[in-house]
T-cell receptor
Framework: AQSVTQPDIHITVSEGASLELRCNYS??????LFWYVQSPGQGLQLLLK??????LVQGIKGFEAEFKRSQSSFNLRKPSVHWSDAAEYFC??????????FGAGTRLAVHP | EPEVTQTPSHQVTQMGQEVILRCVPI?????FYWYRQILGQKVEFLVS????????KSEIFDDQFSVERPDGSNFTLKIRSTKLEDSAMYFC??????????FGEGSRLTVL
């Protein structure tokens, strides 16, 4: 079955600290992988995506993610978090033209 | 950058009323989707549409839901008789190349 698991429902970090949000997936082949960010009441903003090639993907706002096939993971990282990064983060996968399957999301809080 | 546009941005309706949410996908895209996000929850797939017919639908997409692309540009989601639990953000998306999915900003539906 195709699925996305985000094990952390809620994470709190201090401003300036590093961040890693976990994402594990289940899929029959190598999927297309995405990270989206959503502020309260807003739409979905694409942070980055992985299709193939280099397993370390750079995105907007200083985020990066690493695809690890052996661990079925696609964790999102940022070396230094800013207060404006507080939001909900969703990992998602698709098979190409297929529907996107989303994880449950991780809510990030940033302490000053 | 091309974008998917959705109207209305917010609609309030009475339970039992019909609602139509509209989406204008990116002009050369062929695959279209509707997703739903209940407040505080994850984004859920509703339906995909290709070649003027539904290609896949979720168990959420029951008989009270319908989609159509009446004029080759608009892609609509109709909820025939709204229930309280239909209150959610509804996102439209379109795909051009595999994995290149664009979301609209969403339509917030409030059912009273």
């Amino acid at each position: 079955a195709q699925s996305v698991t985000q094990p952390d429902i809620h994470i709190t970090v201090s401003e300036g600290a590093s961040l890693e949000l976990r994402c594990n997936y289940s899929y029959g082949a190598t999927p297309y992988l995405f990270w989206y960010v959503q502020s309260p009441g807003q739409g979905l903003q694409l942070l980055l995506k992985y299709f193939s090639g280099d397993t370390l993907v750079q995105g907007i706002k200083g985020f990066e993610a690493e695809f690890k096939r052996s661990q079925s993971s696609f964790n999102l990282r940022k070396p230094s978090v800013h207060w404006s990064d507080a939001a909900e983060y969703f990992c998602a996968l698709s098979g190409g033209y297929n529907k996107l399957i989303f994880g449950a999301g991780t809510r990030l809080a940033v302490h000053p | 950058e091309p974008e998917v546009t959705q109207t209305p941005s917010h609609q309030v309706t009475q339970m039992g009323q019909e609602v139509i949410l509209r989406c204008v996908p990116i002009s050369n895209h062929l695959y279209f989707y509707w997703y739903r996000q209940i407040l505080g929850q994850k984004v859920e797939f509703l339906v995909s549409f290709y070649n003027n017919e539904i290609s896949e639908k979720s168990e959420i997409f029951d008989d009270q839901f319908s989609v159509e692309r009446p004029d080759g540009s608009n892609f609509t989601l109709k909820i025939r008789s709204t229930k309280l639990e239909d209150s959610a953000m509804y996102f439209c998306a379109s795909v051009g190349r595999p994995g290149e999915l664009f979301f609209g900003e969403g339509s917030r539906l409030t059912v009273l």
